[in-house]
């Protein structure tokens, strides 16, 4: 009985992926996209969400700014979100696109000259089942310039993790090395790139919207220090602070409970010091 839903939603989705697909753009749209320095590219934004740990439903979405080409956090944006929508395999973008989209509105709305020029989205993007990942469906919604940075292989359209595989990642000397990632249709869906010197793992890039293939390498390798390209990292940190910061929270809202439950009419007291230390009940 419980499959029909799950058909049914993925009917749905698949629907909507393909009208969206249609919008899509894998070309340079942009002036400073034509510059071998990337000049007139000022902002360069950075998105993730995660998830506490051993929790599938709560999670921290993240949005950072940060200046180009020195990196500097201009703008951030955390909230912590419930996630209503199911996990399908193929679909993510379903489930968290609405959440990061929602961080681009706020930041259009309440300081506009602060919109980034490119958005840097930690997932695939062309690299998918479908061809559309998160960075394109982000992409496609915020009529934003996108590129996807995975961290693991998606393996995917005759693309897998083989022993060739290997001994290519192998041959890449140095930082800014790459080499594609080839279905077997024969089209190139993405590109492995070595984006550090420092680090000999690569990350899979792929076009999200409105940037070449060749661009999307080239400037994700300029806004790497390490081996994930900055945007993305200060927006992990970011989240990984948010979790910090809940935990320990929900903890000290406990020792406090703990402390007053000894007094007469401690379950309204603990509940106003919860809510005075930290925003919200604890209960």
């Given at each position: ?54 929790d599938d439903v709560n999670a921290c979405a993240q949005l950072v700014v940060l200046s ?216």
């Open positions: 009985m419980s499959a029909a839903p799950a058909e049914d939603q993925v009917r749905q989705w698949e629907s909507e992926q393909a009208h969206l697909r249609q919008q899509l753009v894998e070309d340079d749209t942009e002036a400073w996209q034509q510059n071998p320095d990337f000049s007139g590219l000022q902002r360069v934004g950075g998105v993730d969400l995660s998830f506490i740990k051993g180009y080409p020195d990196m500097e956090l201009l703008y951030e944006d955390s909230q912590m979100v419930t996630l209503t929508a199911p996990y399908i395999a193929g679909f993510l973008a379903f489930r968290e696109t609405p959440y990061l989209l929602e961080a681009l509105q706020r930041l259009k709305k309440n300081q506009p000259e602060l919109l980034p020029q490119v958005v840097f989205v930690d997932g695939n993007g062309l690299f998918h089942y479908r061809e559309f990942g998160l960075a394109c469906h982000l992409g496609v919604l915020s009529g934003l310039p996108c590129v996807g940075v995975a961290k693991n292989l998606l393996q995917v359209q005759g693309v897998y993790k083989s022993e060739e595989h290997q001994s290519q990642i192998a041959a890449l000397q140095k930082g800014g090395d790459s080499f594609p990632l080839t279905a077997a249709s024969g089209k190139v869906l993405g590109k492995a790139l070595r984006s550090s010197d420092k680090s000999v793992k690569p990350v899979y890039v792929s076009v999200g919207h409105k940037i070449s293939l060749d661009t999307a390498v080239r400037l994700t390798h300029s806004c790497c220090r390490y081996r994930v390209p900055e945007p993305i990292r200060q927006a992990e940190k970011q989240c990984s602070f948010m979790h910090y910061v809940r935990l320990h929270s929900q903890q000290r809202a406990a020792r406090i409970r703990q402390h007053v439950s000894t007094f007469p009419g401690s379950e309204e007291l603990s509940n106003l010091f919860c809510f005075s230390f930290f925003g919200k009940h604890y209960s």
